[in-house]
């Protein structure tokens, strides 16, 4: 479909390459497939290096990756600082080139309002799609409140403010954006991530990723702090070693900040012979594994930004007809419903018992994974968010149309970085 003269989007996320995120490009295709001109800035990374190319219409835009901020205020400036920077820079290029109506903001950081501020007097409304809680993620990374959990705090405040509409990933962000956000509930649309169904298919499995084991435990994600690394490692020492499950093998898809300190840990606990770390995976790869897993595990821990978020690994393992256990979190429950087993809050000791009971049910796992991949195709799966997405941009737009905007291009806002 060709680009409707007056919808033109550019949409800006921070922490993960285009098309690499995966809730991002759903959304920039889906824009695209409705006639939206869709341009995207992202980080470079995990073999997505071109500065500039048009994937299936959609013109993306790369920086280099900035250092992920892993200790304290001056890392997360640096972070931030270069961010910040390149979203300016490739921003008046694109508004040079080809313009946009609206800023489609992904967090973290709560950032992106200063570049939707710069643009609103050329008529540019602001959608922000709230990927995390902010201050609840740094509250989980660093352990501590104080004056940067209230900068945290009031930048979280300032994007809401500035938004025109917000998306949210599940019920609980959306009570942030009303409640603590203070926006409209008319303004707030519920766009939940997931797989698409087309692409996550079941299929048969390969045998020779079991390493010689009867049973295949799946992760897939980042390995990092605040996923519950520790706390598999701990349950898969339990599991093995107390509970006599030694017939089993763990693959763990993935890549972050924490991986050799995971690795590190199983091989002190002496469990190598049970883990393969494959690193990132994509497409048929990631799929060859999944579909070969017997178990998904999903061990982030039970804090203020977990309960409260939609894990996409859990939503995959649903996709594919896997039965997952996790802990006792407010959205993991909402999303999995009976496709998984729930362990008391960080307890790695009834984590290896829920994988236990399942490893001596087989028939019970078949029955939690048909009744998740059942429970994804009719109400969770990508096709029942997209139209969620799209009546937030008709929202937006006729926002746009009642206030009065340029749809063509001008020269920059004053201040704005040059191109370098």
Same mark, same amino acid.
Request: aromatic residues 10%; contains cysteine; hydrophobic residues 40%.
């Given at each position: 479909?060709?680009?409707?003269?007056?919808?033109?989007?550019?949409?800006?996320?921070?922490?993960?390459?285009?098309?690499?995120?995966?809730?991002?490009?759903?959304?920039?295709?889906?824009?695209?497939?409705?006639?939206?001109?869709?341009?995207?800035? !992202?980080?470079?990374?995990?073999?997505?290096?071109?500065?500039?190319?048009?994937?299936?219409?959609?013109?993306?835009?790369?920086?280099?990756?900035?250092?992920?901020?892993?200790?304290?205020?001056?890392?997360?400036?640096?972070?931030?600082?270069?961010? +910040?920077?390149?979203?300016?820079?490739?921003?008046?290029?694109?508004? $040079?080139?080809?313009?946009?109506?609206?800023?489609?903001?992904?967090?973290?950081?709560?950032?992106?309002?200063?570049?939707?501020?710069?643009? /609103?007097?050329?008529?540019?409304?602001?959608?922000?799609?709230?990927?995390?809680? &902010?201050?609840?993620?740094?509250?989980?990374?660093?352990?501590?409140?104080?004056?940067?959990?209230?900068?945290?705090?009031?930048?979280?405040?300032?994007?809401?403010? &500035?938004?025109?509409?917000?998306?949210?990933?599940?019920?609980?962000?959306?009570?942030?954006?009303?409640?603590?956000? $203070?926006?409209?509930?008319?303004?707030?649309?519920?766009?939940?991530?997931?797989?698409?169904?087309?692409?996550?298919?079941?299929?048969?499995?390969?045998? !020779? +990723?079991?390493?010689?084991?009867?049973?295949?435990?799946?992760?897939?994600?980042?390995?990092?702090?605040?996923?519950?690394?520790?706390?598999?490692?701990?349950?898969?020492?339990?599991?093995?070693?107390?509970?006599?499950?030694?017939?089993?093998?763990?693959?763990?898809?993935?890549?972050?900040?924490?991986?050799?300190?995971?690795?590190?840990?199983?091989?002190?606990?002496? +469990?190598?012979?049970?883990?393969?770390?494959?690193?990132?995976?994509?497409?048929?790869?990631?799929?060859?594994? +999944?579909?070969?897993?017997?178990?998904?595990?999903?061990?982030?821990?039970?804090?203020?930004?977990?309960?409260?978020?939609?894990?996409?690994?859990?939503?995959?393992?649903?996709?594919?007809?896997?039965?997952?256990?996790?802990?006792?979190?407010?959205?993991?429950?909402?999303?999995?419903?009976?496709?998984?087993?729930?362990?008391?809050?960080?307890?790695?000791?009834?984590?290896?018992?829920?994988?236990?009971?399942?490893?001596?049910?087989?028939?019970?796992?078949? /029955?939690?994974?048909?009744?998740?991949?059942?429970?994804?195709?009719? !109400?969770?799966?990508?096709?029942?968010?997209?139209?969620?997405?799209?009546?937030?941009?008709?929202?937006?737009?006729?926002?746009?149309?009642?206030?009065?905007? !340029?749809?063509?291009?001008?020269?920059?806002?004053?201040?704005?970085?040059?191109?370098?």
């Amino acid at each position: 479909m060709e680009p409707e003269h007056g919808r033109r989007v550019l949409i800006v996320v921070e922490n993960l390459p285009v098309p690499l995120d995966r809730r991002v490009w759903l959304e920039a295709t889906t824009l695209r497939q409705a006639g939206y001109e869709v341009s995207v800035i !992202s980080p470079t990374g995990r073999g997505w290096e071109l500065p500039y190319e048009e994937i299936d219409g959609v013109h993306i835009y790369r920086h280099p990756a900035p250092p992920e901020a892993h200790s304290g205020a001056i890392a997360y400036a640096r972070e931030y600082t270069h961010a +910040l920077r390149h979203w300016f820079r490739l921003a008046r290029r694109i508004w $040079r080139e080809r313009g946009f109506d609206v800023i489609h903001g992904c967090n973290p950081p709560d950032l992106v309002f200063l570049l939707a501020l710069a643009y /609103r007097p050329r008529g540019v409304r602001y959608l922000f799609d709230h990927h995390d809680v &902010c201050p609840e993620l740094f509250e989980a990374k660093f352990g501590r409140r104080g004056l940067l959990y209230g900068i945290m705090r009031l930048w979280e405040r300032l994007n809401f403010a &500035c938004a025109d509409v917000s998306i949210a990933t599940n019920e609980s962000f959306r009570r942030i954006a009303v409640k603590r956000g $203070r926006m409209a509930p008319e303004n707030v649309f519920v766009v939940r991530s997931a797989p698409q169904t087309e692409k996550f298919v079941p299929q048969p499995s390969d045998p !020779s +990723l079991k390493k010689g084991a009867s049973v295949l435990i799946g992760y897939v994600g980042v390995i990092g702090q605040q996923e519950g690394m520790d706390l598999l490692v701990a349950a898969a020492d339990h599991l093995i070693n107390r509970l006599g499950k030694t017939d089993v093998h763990f693959a763990i898809v993935g890549f972050g900040p924490h991986l050799e300190a995971v690795r590190a840990d199983v091989a002190a606990r002496g +469990l190598a012979a049970h883990f393969t770390f494959t690193g990132p995976l994509y497409g048929e790869d990631l799929l060859r594994v +999944l579909n070969t897993a017997d178990i998904g595990v999903s061990p982030d821990p039970k804090n203020p930004m977990n309960d409260i978020s939609t894990m996409n690994k859990v939503m995959e393992y649903m996709t594919l007809g896997k039965p997952v256990v996790q802990f006792q979190l407010t959205e993991g429950r909402a999303s999995a419903g009976d496709a998984a087993l729930y362990a008391r809050a960080n307890d790695p000791a009834d984590f290896a018992a829920k994988i236990a009971w399942l490893i001596e049910h087989p028939e019970e796992r078949r /029955r939690m994974g048909a009744y998740g991949r059942r429970r994804v195709l009719e !109400s969770l799966g990508w096709e029942h968010s997209r139209p969620h997405l799209l009546a937030a941009y008709e929202r937006i737009f006729a926002m746009r149309r009642h206030h009065g905007g !340029s749809s063509r291009p001008e020269p920059a806002p004053g201040g704005l970085a040059g191109d370098g």
